[in-house]
């Protein structure tokens, strides 16, 4: 499964699909604000938001955790949906993720992380 880290940013999402994504993810956003006070539906747009937003992004696995903030009662009047989709389909990737061992833009790897230091 792949979570979105590793696309490269020099092959972006087609312009239909960045500008459906975000579409999706405007249109979602402006009617969970309109439906706030039914969960229910909340919930039911959402998934159906994921869904879209999953099957035209290319299944990243970052939608996991927006799906659950949505589902949040107050961390879901962020429109959390537009941003991510956004910084999918410009970035290819949300910025700032990567893996260890990935070569970066300087030319070498993201070191290891160090062990925590015990007292």
């Not at 993810?25 to 604000?33: C, E, F, L, P, Y």
Request: with cysteine; glycine share 10%; aromatic share 8%.
């Amino acid at each position: 499964m792949d979570d979105g880290a590793n696309t490269p940013l020099s092959v972006p999402y087609s312009w239909p699909r960045r500008i459906a994504a975000i579409a999706i993810a405007v249109v979602s956003d402006i009617v969970n604000a309109i439906f706030t006070w039914a969960p229910p539906i909340v919930i039911g747009i959402d998934i159906v938001t994921a869904v879209l937003l999953w099957l035209v992004l290319g299944r990243p696995m970052v939608l996991l955790p927006v799906f659950i903030a949505e589902a949040l009662p107050i961390v879901g009047s962020v429109p959390f949906w537009t941003l991510v989709a956004c910084g999918l389909a410009f970035f290819g990737r949300i910025p700032g993720r990567g893996r260890v061992g990935e070569p970066v833009a300087s030319g070498g790897t993201t070191p290891p992380p160090s062990p925590p230091k015990l007292p």
